[in-house]
């Protein structure tokens, strides 16, 4: 760290002792211009009025943080009563109304009394140089009065500026912190509401497995003692239905969430057989979709196909609405040990970040579920334009068999 940047550092911890320690400075350059002025023999040398003067308008800078407004009005009524007693104004007195007018303007919180102090001292100072000018003195000249009131003035707009420039990061970090609080509430939120919407699912797809159990099982015992080879079917039946059923289960138990108290019944739930009606469903919207399917197709797991189903819909509609796209494509890959399943469209490359901002909840919902069903799922923009959403699922490893 460099030196300058410690000596900033230091000041940023210790404002208070940082002002004290500018105003002695101010107070020692008064002093030692006046002792100048003494040994110069002026016309009109310090007296003791003189020296409680100087002194006082320099001793307001150590408060110019707590009470900036107060510390300038005390200040330039010391300075004025300086320059009007027609002492030397070749002195360092006036200093201290440079700094007091920047740190006026530049830590009082209210717009309005801003202007009203500023609109006060620069009356008085106007009033006190003019009739400095008008007197017949040359102590406090023309010349001096210009540069007076360059560098105060100077100094107001500074800072004013810095001011402003603080309110304004300050309330863009008010803004962002606002913003921020906001989409994490609407993310809690959404992924509350989606894990009770899959905790309702997979209670139909449990239900049922264990409902088709209970009809095996009972069909096993009528005949296990006429016909074992039925029996033994059937128990096998019990058994493929439980171990899906028990895996359902364990990803129920992780995805749970208390619900509204809505006790509707759902009806059934749709899979990947009814993608095609899905899809003509979004063609008759006006969007042509083409079906590639990769692999050998078999039957999958309830929850993946419904959650296949699920993202398939939500990806579609939202690039109906928001992607301003000519044409979409849906691609379902059945690999060995691996379920993929990948929604792009050829949209505008640039609406890409409206889609995903607009979509964000459904974004959220559809990483909730392929993540539920120990899956990877990934969204965004596609290098040749347009958006991609693709999920992988694992078909072992998990009871996915």
């Known amino acids: 760290m460099s030196l300058w940047r410690k000596f900033v550092s230091w000041i940023e911890r210790y404002p208070n002792f940082a002002d004290i320690v500018l105003m002695l400075a101010i107070l020692a350059l008064v002093v030692v211009t006046a002792a100048d002025t003494l040994a110069q023999n002026s016309e009109r040398p310090f007296n003791t009025m003189g020296w409680i003067l100087a002194i006082t308008g320099a001793l ?100 004013d500026n810095a001011r402003t420039h603080r309110s304004y990061v300050a309330e863009v970090e008010q803004r962002s912190q606002r913003a921020e609080a906001q989409h994490n509430a609407e993310t809690a939120r959404a992924i509350a509401h989606e894990r009770t919407v899959i905790a309702r699912e997979l209670h139909d797809i449990v239900a049922h497995g264990l409902s088709v159990m209970v009809l095996q099982a009972a069909g096993a015992r009528r005949v296990l003692g006429k016909d074992p080879k039925q029996a033994s079917i059937a128990l096998a039946a019990v058994e493929e239905a439980g171990r899906t059923s028990l895996t359902e289960m364990r990803r129920l138990l992780g995805v749970l969430r208390r619900g509204d108290g809505n006790d509707t019944e759902f009806g059934p739930q749709p ?13 008759s919207a006006g969007l042509p979709v083409d079906v590639h399917v990769r692999g050998k197709v078999r039957s999958l797991p309830a929850g993946i196909e419904l959650s296949t189903y699920r993202i398939v819909q939500e990806s579609l509609t939202n690039a109906i609405k928001h992607a301003g796209v000519a044409k979409a494509q849906v691609v379902l890959d059945y690999e060995p040990d691996l379920f993929m399943v990948e929604i792009a469209d050829d949209g505008r490359g640039s609406a890409a970040a409206p889609w995903a901002e607009y979509g964000g909840q459904g974004l959220i919902g559809m990483r909730e579920r392929i993540e539920s069903i120990g899956g990877e799922f990934s969204a965004g923009p596609r290098s040749g334009g347009g958006y991609r959403v693709r999920a992988q699922i694992p078909l072992n490893g998990s009871g996915l068999q």
């Open 60 to 159: 307001p800078v150590a408060t110019r943080r707590i009470r900036p407004a107060a510390s300038l009005g005390l200040a330039s009524a010391a300075t004025f009563a300086f320059w009007i007693a027609d002492f030397p104004s070749d002195s360092a007195v006036g200093l201290s109304l440079i700094v007091l007018a920047y740190s006026a303007a530049a830590h009082i919180t209210s717009d309005q009394v801003v202007r009203r102090v500023g609109f006060a001292f620069g009356f008085a100072l106007v009033g006190v140089t003019v009739a400095g000018v008008l007197w017949d003195g040359d102590d406090l000249s023309a010349a001096n009065a210009l540069g007076i009131f360059l560098s105060v003035g100077a100094a107001w707009v500074l800072g």
């Open 271 to 283: 899979n990947l057989h009814d993608l095609r009606q899905l899809v003509e469903q979004v063609k």
